[in-house]
């Protein structure tokens, strides 16, 4: 979340450059709701110290408006396409979300 939304906040800062207002916060999605609770809770425990300068990064971005984030379950991830080895079925329903169809498919 800490790489989307340094890509994010530079995208944004681009059209402010060549004069275009952007005020609209980015949806981000994230299937781990772990890493949702600590961008939004402000107390850190012992257990997230190694994360803390990343969480403070994307904290920012949350309040400023930046970015808002919200879940999505893990079946309907379409990055999981492209990150991650998926079963048969997993993979046919998030390649049918995305439109793309088999061309050289066997007829």
Not at 12 to 28: N, R
Not at 50 to 60: A, K, N, Q
Not at 89 to 97: A, H, S, V
Request: aromatic letters at 8%; a negative charge.
């Amino acid at each position: 979340m800490t790489s989307l939304t340094c890509e994010l906040k530079w995208q944004k800062g681009l059209p402010v450059c060549l004069s275009i207002d952007h005020t609209s916060a980015v949806q981000v999605y994230s299937d781990s709701q772990s890493a949702l609770h600590l961008a939004y809770n402000p107390v850190f425990h012992e257990r997230s110290k190694r994360i803390e300068i990343d969480c403070h990064f994307i904290r920012d971005a949350i309040q400023d408006g930046t970015i808002v984030a919200s879940h999505v379950s893990t079946s309907s991830q379409l990055a999981d396409i492209v990150t991650k080895s998926l079963g048969k079925q997993q993979f046919e329903t998030l390649m049918n979300k995305l439109d793309i169809f088999y061309f050289h498919a066997p007829t």
